[in-house]
């Protein structure tokens, strides 16, 4: 059971290079999300998934796409990087219903030169 | 905009000290949570309080909810110096259905030994 898995872990993309994050969760869980962490700030929400085959957006959507097509996969994507999206990426799971325990991966980090 | 406010934004206190950080929130919610991040990982699950509920402990973990102020403190007992992190709160918003987890910008607590 690996939990929440995150690829790649690091990356650096020119302006205007594209790329895509893969999140892969291995406990069934029906809700995925995507958030970013930039210094001094707590995470945002980018997108995320109440399952499979559905995606909705979070807080800061703008710049990113993502796809839901296997349960267990959730793919962020980046059309045209910009500096602006250099960040800390990270993934997350929760079967699903309130109160239950988010499950995060252990990050992404993209620079955008 | 950002859910949650947590105050200090950074505390440093000697081993053996108790460590109090607080939260504060916008809306009415389900629950909220506490999370724990070291340097350069994924976010780990410490403790969720329910909207009903007022306090709960866990091991030297002790979290209080005030929902008429919209607050919470999470409050950590004989600190140790692998209790050094960054502490974030999240809360679930009422009404919602999808568990969006909405972060507040975090509490660097340093435990010098």
């Known amino acids: 059971n690996a939990g929440v898995t995150q690829t790649p872990k690091f990356r650096v993309l020119k302006t205007g290079q594209s790329m895509t994050l893969l999140c892969a969760q291995d406990?069934?869980?029906?809700?995925m999300y995507w958030y970013r962490q930039d210094p001094g700030m707590g995470l945002r929400l980018i997108h995320y998934?109440?399952?499979?085959?559905?995606?909705a957006k979070g807080e800061v959507p703008d710049g990113y796409n993502v796809s839901r097509l296997k349960k267990q996969n959730f793919l962020l994507g980046l059309e045209s990087a910009a500096p602006s999206q250099t960040s800390v990426y990270f993934c997350?799971?929760?079967?699903?219903?309130?109160?239950?325990?988010?499950?995060f991966g252990e990050g992404s980090w993209l620079t955008v030169v | 905009s950002q859910q949650g406010e947590e105050d200090p934004q950074a505390l440093s206190i000697q081993e053996g000290e108790n460590a109090t950080m607080n939260c504060s929130y916008k809306?009415?919610?389900?629950?909220l949570q506490w999370y724990r991040q070291n340097s350069g990982r994924g976010l780990v699950h410490l403790i969720l309080?329910?909207?009903?509920?007022r306090e709960k402990h866990s091991g030297r973990l002790r979290v209080t909810l005030d929902t008429s102020k919209k607050s919470s403190s999470l409050l950590i007992t004989a600190s140790r110096a692998a209790d050094t992190a960054s502490y974030f709160c999240?809360?679930?918003?009422?009404?919602?259905?999808?568990?969006?987890?909405?972060f507040g910008t975090g509490t660097l607590l340093a435990v010098q030994p």
């Open positions: 997350a799971s929760i079967v699903g219903g309130p109160g239950n325990t988010i499950y």
């Open positions: 809306t009415s919610i389900n629950n």
């Open positions: 406990m069934n869980h029906e809700y």
């Open positions: 998934s109440v399952g499979e085959g559905t995606t």
């Open positions: 309080i329910r909207s009903n509920e």
């Open positions: 999240a809360t679930d918003e009422e009404g919602g259905a999808t568990n969006k987890l909405i």
